[in-house]
């Protein structure tokens, strides 16, 4: 089957009841989406499909239609995207591994509320930080927002 990956189409041999957490991991060798819970409760495996954040792990590669987006897509060489420059101004990580289900899922609300209030980012932030970075991420999203001209 074919995927858009990062806005390149893949050819994917896999079965289509595979988890599109693993078609991208093991299979195209994609590691920025990451293995956390395997239910689709702690985001760290969260991708952009058609622009929605999604739980890789929970959605199989046969029911994909829309373009994919994981972390690696999102900006090119050392133009980085508004929200990932406010994670690295706002010192956001910790130990790093949420950290790319964090950014998509605050790039998707970014793209739909340009001006998110606290309310507004905790409905729509539900990824779980074990290091609870949650403070800073609240300011960098609200950096972003600023950023992006809201």
């Known amino acids: 089957m074919k995927l858009t ?14 988890p599109l957490l693993w078609a991208l ?3 195209l060798g994609i590691k920025g989406p990451k293995f956390g819970c395997g239910i689709g409760a ?16 929970s959605v199989t590669v ?11 897509g999102v900006s090119s060489g050392e133009n980085l995207h508004v929200v990932q ?4 101004d706002e010192q956001v990580p910790q130990c790093g591994y949420c950290q ?4 998509l899922a605050a790039i998707a609300l970014l793209n739909e509320n340009p001006k ?9 932030m539900t990824n779980l930080c074990r290091c609870g970075t949650y403070p800073r991420i ?10 992006m001209g809201a």
């Not at 990956?5 to 595979?18: Q, R, T, Y």
């Not at 420059?85 to 690295?88: D, R, S, T, V």
């Not at 300011?139 to 600023?146: N, T």
Request: proline share 4%; hydrophobic share 35%.
């Open 100 to 103: 790319s289900g964090q950014i």
């Open 5 to 18: 990956i990062n806005g390149s189409i893949k050819d994917v041999d896999a079965d289509p009841e595979m």
């Open 62 to 72: 046969g029911s994909v239609s829309g373009a994919i987006t994981t972390i690696e």
């Open 85 to 88: 420059q406010a994670w690295i």
């Open 116 to 124: 998110p209030n606290d309310d507004d980012i905790s409905e729509a």
């Open 138 to 147: 609240r300011s960098a999203i609200h950096r972003a927002a600023k950023k």
């Open 25 to 27: 991991r093991d299979l």
């Open 42 to 57: 702690c985001g760290a495996c969260t991708v952009l499909i058609d622009g929605e954040p999604q739980r890789s792990c």
